[in-house]
């Protein structure tokens, strides 16, 4: 279960991405924020900017035309 959770939906690239780099400043180190995107080409994003950022992509789903990722915030 995420600590927080960020709904994108509806959300086109870069939309996704700019608000989850923005809701990451309100998590606390250690702790995880869910994204909720209907862009297909978030996957590749939420991918590239983990590795940029640090931060830990703990998991990344699909459920039907959503998708969702876990993002954990690295310990201070």
Do not use: Y
Not at 24 to 46: C, H, R, W
């Amino acid at each position: 279960m995420a600590d927080h959770t960020l709904d994108a939906k509806g959300l086109n690239c870069p939309l996704p991405i700019l608000k989850a780099r923005k809701a990451l400043k309100d998590v606390a180190a250690g702790e995880t924020l869910e994204i909720l995107s209907t862009d297909p080409g978030s996957v590749a994003d939420f991918q590239a900017f983990c590795r940029q950022t640090g931060n830990e992509l703990l998991e990344s789903s699909t459920d039907e035309s959503v998708f969702r990722f876990l993002i954990k915030r690295p310990a201070a």
